[in-house]
């Protein structure tokens, strides 16, 4: 993208696409997180206002400090419509959603409607390094124009091979019975976790407003993802009850602004494949304690 096009980027995007769609100097637009309505607005603007501009959205599937995952489909069939290009970030689900991970586009059969698939194999492959798959000009264009990629070093093979292995081992049936055993211990989690002392409403109406205004409505259903957003609101608690968690033996970052919205810190909670039930049970009893404690 250059600055003759336009990017329209969910408000909850990661730094890096945030970065990144700042980086090419092109026209931007947010839409509030998941606000499908105001996204329509702005693909209808950008096709009144910049008629010749190429315009691309810009989506995770699944967000990293919510859990929660984007309307995909709905997505796709948008900027269809409008004759947008999707980008769409499985960081967070690629190895959790679909049959053998493949992500969340692969499961809700979307996949050839996005444009670009992003993803990081610093997460569930547990290596580091990332990718971008599309079309072969895509990758053509990619390979002879893309900077950071080009003038920076490649990565160590060893990181490669890893992160093959990586991707090999999810197309196995060993590798689809570690992730049915993540999403067991997800499930499990969801069960136990007690309501946060904040909780965001799900779904998000059409045009909501920002959301701290949205604190203290209905909760958004946990589970959609391995990442469960236990909201506290204020700073010094997130941290607080996060030291207090570990030294009960469990590591829940306390997440804070600017990583996430004024008044929304919280404690991000992941469950792996190889979590034991007692210890998600033992982590929804520390939790519920905390919150006899507040109250
Ligand atoms: C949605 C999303 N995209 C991209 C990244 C970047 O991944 P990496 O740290 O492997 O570069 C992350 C992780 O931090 C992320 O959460």
Redesign the pocket.
């Known amino acids: 993208m250059d600055r003759h096009d336009v990017v329209i980027l969910d408000k909850l995007?990661?730094?890096?696409?945030v970065d990144a769609a700042r980086a090419s100097g092109a026209t931007l637009r947010v839409f509030p997180h998941n606000t499908l309505g105001k996204l329509e607005d702005h693909l209808h603007w950008a096709r009144r206002e910049h008629p010749d501009a190429r315009v691309l959205v810009l989506t995770?599937s699944?967000?990293?400090?919510d859990g929660d995952r984007a309307p995909l489909a709905e997505i796709v069939e948008l900027k269809a419509i409008h004759g947008a290009l999707l980008l769409v970030?499985e960081?967070?689900a690629l190895g959790v959603i679909g049959r053998n991970g493949r992500g969340l586009a692969a499961e809700l059969g979307v996949a050839a409607g996005v444009d670009i698939h992003?993803?990081?194999?610093?997460?569930a492959l547990g290596v580091?390094?990332?990718y971008i798959a599309g079309s072969r000009s895509l990758v053509d264009l990619l390979v002879n124009r893309a900077r950071p990629f080009i003038y920076s070093t490649a990565q160590p093979p060893a990181l490669a091979a890893a992160a093959e292995a990586a991707v090999d081992f999810l197309l196995t049936d060993e590798g689809e019975r570690r992730r049915l055993a993540l999403w067991q211990n997800i499930r499990l989690l969801a069960a136990r976790l007690p309501p946060a002392p904040l909780a965001l409403p799900d779904p998000l109406p059409a045009n909501t407003p920002a959301i701290p205004a949205l604190l203290n409505r209905a909760p958004r259903k946990a589970g959609g993802s391995a990442i469960f957003p236990w909201i506290v609101g204020a700073e010094h608690d997130a941290v607080d009850f996060s030291s207090w968690l570990a030294k009960m033996g469990f590591f829940a970052p306390a997440i804070r602004y600017p990583t996430v919205a004024k008044n929304s810190a919280r404690l991000r909670l992941t469950v792996t494949a190889r979590h034991q039930p007692e210890q998600i049970m033992e982590l929804g009893k520390a939790l519920a304690e905390l919150v006899r404690t507040i109250h």
């Open positions: 995007c990661h730094a890096c696409l995770e699944v967000f990293s400090m970030d960081a967070h992003l993803g990081t194999m610093s997460k580091s390094g990332g």
